[in-house]
């Protein structure tokens, strides 16, 4: 059971938009930045967003994250059938003094 | 360009030690904290350890407190996991992965390829 809750599975048509959902608690997303990592399967997972909201160099603008209390979001706007992958969010947990990673959410695009 | 190389996995019987190493080029290492990551066959990413870009802290996931230690050598480069008293539940893939801030917690922004760990006898 992981510390941050994800939905296993998410999916949409391609061009629309998708949102993920990572919820935590006060020692994690309430008091932390929230990060996300689209990962495919045998190769290197990539960060998609840090401090809760912010992009790489690299990443496109379909991809936004948002922050509310111990909630996190991630969006996907124009849904492409390249953005199949799972995704994770992430948080620095105060109690456990570590990083705590959510289950993960396959998303496939139908 | 950022690389990270790790090595070091393969098979090991229950009970016995692997010392992983990620080779780090493409930025001033010392700089930036350093992390490893799992991923178990069928599982979602696990947060290991991470160590601080001065090596001086350290942080483990509960799990494997008392059995691995993460170092660094900065003078190399290079990071290490040394795992001791493995058990099968630590079977996985093994990512080198680098903060983007001195510091744990702020994003792991490059990755490894991942090397496999496998435990059984």
């Known amino acids: 059971q992981s510390v941050l809750t994800q939905p296993p599975s998410a999916s949409g048509t391609p061009g629309r938009r998708v949102t993920i959902s990572c919820s935590g608690s006060n020692s994690n997303i309430g008091g932390n930045t929230v990060d996300w990592y689209q990962h495919l399967p045998g190769t290197a997972p990539k960060l998609l967003i840090y401090?809760?909201?912010q992009r790489p160099s690299g990443v496109p603008d379909r991809f936004s994250g948002s922050k509310s209390g111990t909630s996190a979001s991630l969006a996907i706007s124009g849904l492409q059938s390249e953005d199949e992958a799972d995704f994770y969010c992430a948080a620095w947990d105060d109690n456990l003094n570590g990083v705590v990673f959510g289950g993960g959410t396959k998303l496939t695009v139908l | 360009e950022v690389q990270l190389l790790e090595s070091g996995g393969g098979l090991v019987q229950p009970g016995g030690s692997l010392r992983l190493s990620c080779a780090a080029s493409g930025f001033h290492f010392s700089s930036f904290a350093m992390t490893w990551v799992r991923q178990a066959p069928g599982k979602g990413l696990e947060w290991v350890s991470a160590i601080m870009g001065s090596g001086g802290t350290k942080y483990y996931v509960e799990s494997v407190k008392g059995r691995f230690t993460i170092s660094r050598d900065n003078t190399k480069n290079t990071v290490h996991l040394q795992m001791n008293s493995l058990r099968a539940d630590d079977t996985a893939v093994y990512y080198c992965a680098k903060d983007r801030i001195a510091v744990a917690g702020g994003g792991l922004d490059y990755w490894g390829q991942g090397t496999l760990v496998t435990v059984s006898s």
């Open positions: 401090r809760n909201n």
